[in-house]
């Protein structure tokens, strides 16, 4: 409970009621010294008619009003009580007429006596203006805190973004505002330990997750940083909602976990956006396929026709016409490998193959096209690799007509297949434009092209690399490049290697 809220029925004569006050009164202390001996005065003069029964009584009750106020007002209090009473003392030796040794003795008691009152009085005073300053400080600081507390929550309340706050030692959650408007619903206050006291059902690739698995519980009790983690909720009403979430412990300064906090983005609309856009993919490419498919059959029938007429202007064209619908067909079949990435889609058939000959075959296809450029490789021995043959035959090709396409005709491409460690390792060197090093992770991202002004615009969409990237990590292997800009290019990729 506050100290400041303590009540007392009479706080006016309760010293305690006015700790933490710092407020010291020179009036009461006076004025009530002086009317006590007023009082005892008159006590003795008009009531009892003997001057000489004051006395022990009278010591009784100034060292109460001594101790009373110095507790009350403090040091200068005790010392205005303890100044009237040896006032009052001297007033009784001297309206008494004493003399002689009697004289003598009461000068000594009141000296004595005067003394010892002075001391009680800075012993208590300073105590009781010790606590008063201790109480203030704690006062003060528990203020400050709680205006802290207030600025921050107001802070809080007005972010854009859901903010979690968990207290390990109460192991209770408090929301801002926003939190509260995504999720339409009150954060439950303290941390479950079972699942079924979760009024939300809380899922990850449509896994249910336990109290235990949310990134704040995870912050909090395993010092977990979790960052930019995807959930999907389910709401009672049965809608669905996308979570971007974030979460960090907070340490004190012995590094024990304190706290921890959480930063929650709705991305609902992104994601269904994404999904949108994901949708309308697949079906673009889906349609395109067909009309496509037929196309190149009426033009092998057409070139069939035409090779016997011997109409070597039309047998050009219609070879033109091939090869645009070859591209146009690897479009659309790059657009469909993005959508079932995207969908989670991209299946493999994996078999034992001897990487060195799928290099070679890629070059004797690819190479057709890039007649000008020195393409080198020195088959040694066979290296076998557990892989989808087909899949990793479309990563070579990409990376063989990349190579093509961003280096100057003439020039040379090094293809290299070695072993190292258990894994298979493949590089395609060219001789070309490079990447910058701030581009280098980039490229490797989905409809991801290096846009340079100085640079002449190269065809293409920027599926490619992103489309190996995930063919390569699918059957664990790495793929990462290394270039100089104006130098030249080497991308790599590691497959693991056959154990047959
Ligand atoms: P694109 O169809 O645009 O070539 P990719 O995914 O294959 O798509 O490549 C992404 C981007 O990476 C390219 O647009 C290009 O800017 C850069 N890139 C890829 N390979 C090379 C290379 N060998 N040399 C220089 N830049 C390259």
């Known amino acids: 409970m506050p100290l400041t809220k303590v009540k007392h029925s009479l706080p006016v004569f309760n010293p305690f009621a006015r700790l933490g006050r710092a407020r010291y009164s020179t009036v009461a202390p006076l004025a009530t010294t002086i009317l006590a001996a007023v009082l ?16 022990i009584p009278a010591i009784f009750v100034f060292i109460a009003l001594i101790v009373y106020f110095s507790f009350r007002d403090g040091i200068k209090g005790g010392l205005i009580t303890t100044g009237i009473t040896v006032g009052y003392y001297l007033y009784i030796i001297y309206s008494r007429d004493y003399s002689g040794e009697q004289l003598r003795g009461s000068l000594e008691t009141t000296v004595l006596l005067g003394s010892l009152y002075a001391g009680i009085s800075v012993v208590i005073g300073w105590l009781k203006q010790t606590l008063d300053r201790v109480i203030v400080q704690e006062i003060e600081a528990r203020e400050l805190a709680e205006q802290g507390r207030i600025r921050l929550e107001s802070i809080l309340d007005q972010l854009p973004v859901g903010v979690i706050l968990a207290d390990a030692k109460t192991n209770s959650m408090q929301a801002n505002r926003y939190l509260e408007k995504i999720l339409q619903q009150k954060l439950i206050p303290e941390i479950p330990d079972d699942i079924s006291k979760t009024r939300n059902t809380t899922t990850r690739n449509g896994k249910v997750l336990k109290p235990n698995e949310w990134p704040i519980t995870q912050a909090l009790r395993e010092g977990k940083r979790v960052f930019a983690q995807e959930i999907e909720v389910i709401k009672p009403e049965g809608k669905r909602l996308f979570l971007r979430v974030n979460a960090t412990p907070i340490r004190n300064g012995t590094r024990k976990i304190v706290a921890a906090v959480s930063t929650v983005y709705d991305i609902t609309t992104e994601k269904e956006h994404e999904q949108r856009k994901n949708d309308f993919i697949n079906m673009a490419s889906h349609e395109l396929k067909t009309p496509i498919t037929s196309m190149k059959l009426y033009l092998e029938l057409l070139e069939r026709r035409v090779q016997k007429s011997q109409d070597i202007k039309t047998i ?68 076998n690799v557990y892989a989808d043959r087909f899949r990793i035959y479309q990563v070579l090709t990409n990376l063989l007509t990349n190579a093509i396409k961003y280096s100057p005709p003439e020039s040379k491409i090094i293809i290299k297949v070695t072993k190292e460690d258990k894994k298979a390792v493949v590089s395609v060197q060219d001789f070309g434009i490079g990447i910058d090093q701030d581009q280098l992770k980039k490229v490797f991202d989905r409809l991801y092209q290096v846009t340079d002004s100085k640079e002449k615009t190269f065809p293409g969409l920027g599926m490619g690399l992103y489309i190996s990237k995930e063919i390569i990590r699918r059957h664990h292997g790495k793929i990462w490049v290394e270039s100089q800009k104006g130098k030249g290019s080497t991308f790599n990729f590691t497959l693991p290697l056959s154990s047959s």
């Open 40 to 55: 005892i005065e008159f006590i003795v003069n008009s009531i009892l008619h003997s001057p000489e029964a004051v006395g």
């Open 316 to 383: 050009e064209a219609l070879k033109k016409i091939q090869r645009q619908t070859d591209r146009l067909q690897e479009l659309i079949n790059d657009l469909l490998d993005v959508s079932r990435i995207q969908t989670g889609k991209l299946r493999f058939q994996k078999e034992s193959f001897d990487l060195c000959e799928g290099v070679e075959e890629t070059i004797e296809v690819v190479g057709q096209l890039a007649k000008n450029h020195r393409i080198l490789f020195k088959k040694k021995a066979s290296i």
